[in-house]
């Protein structure tokens, strides 16, 4: 199953049909936003206590082979949706803490693999790209493999999709 979270308005007409089962996570206006309770890893372990529509997004990434994120770069990092959805994902993490080659993380609770694949756009200085690759590369806990590519405008991912 592929995951596609982004912050685009009506995306959906944009989206080629494949045969590849994708799982679309919009904006609906009603995210609460995390608020680090850890509950998701010792209530109510892989998922979230808070009850809205973005509740069970660990279980999602546990089915989840490919991760697709499109959003607007905010100072080299997601836009405020998509942060909140990326934050909500916690539950797909245990609680314990790993070292591995001198860095720290929280090892996955589950045991597939995904990629992940973010689309960037807007106008994003040299410096915001250089910060949000190191972002998407600090997330490799979550993800096995990263993809970051940056476009003008969400006009020229249409594109790719």
């Not at 199953?1 to 989206?15: F, S």
């Not at 100072?75 to 720290?104: H, Q």
């Not at 693999?113 to 979550?142: N, P, R």
Request: aromatic share 12%; with cysteine.
């Amino acid at each position: 199953m592929n995951i596609l979270v982004h912050d685009v308005k009506n995306i959906e007409q944009y989206l080629k049909n494949n045969q590849d089962e994708i799982t679309v996570i919009s904006d609906n206006g009603k995210i609460i936003p995390c608020i680090c309770c850890f509950g998701c890893w010792v209530k109510t372990p892989g998922k979230c206590v808070l009850n809205d529509d973005y509740n069970n997004m660990g279980e999602l990434m546990s089915k989840c082979d490919r991760m697709i994120i499109i959003s607007q770069c905010i100072y080299g990092g997601y836009s405020p949706f998509v942060k909140n959805v990326f934050d909500r994902c916690v539950s797909y993490l245990l609680p314990y803490l790993k070292t591995k080659n001198g860095e720290t993380h929280h090892p996955k609770r589950y045991h597939n693999v995904i990629a992940l694949t973010v689309y960037f756009y807007g106008d994003i200085s040299d410096a915001e790209k250089e910060t949000a690759k190191q972002f998407v590369k600090s997330q490799l806990s979550m993800f096995e493999e990263t993809e970051v590519r940056f476009y003008k405008s969400f006009e020229e991912i249409k594109e790719v999709l």
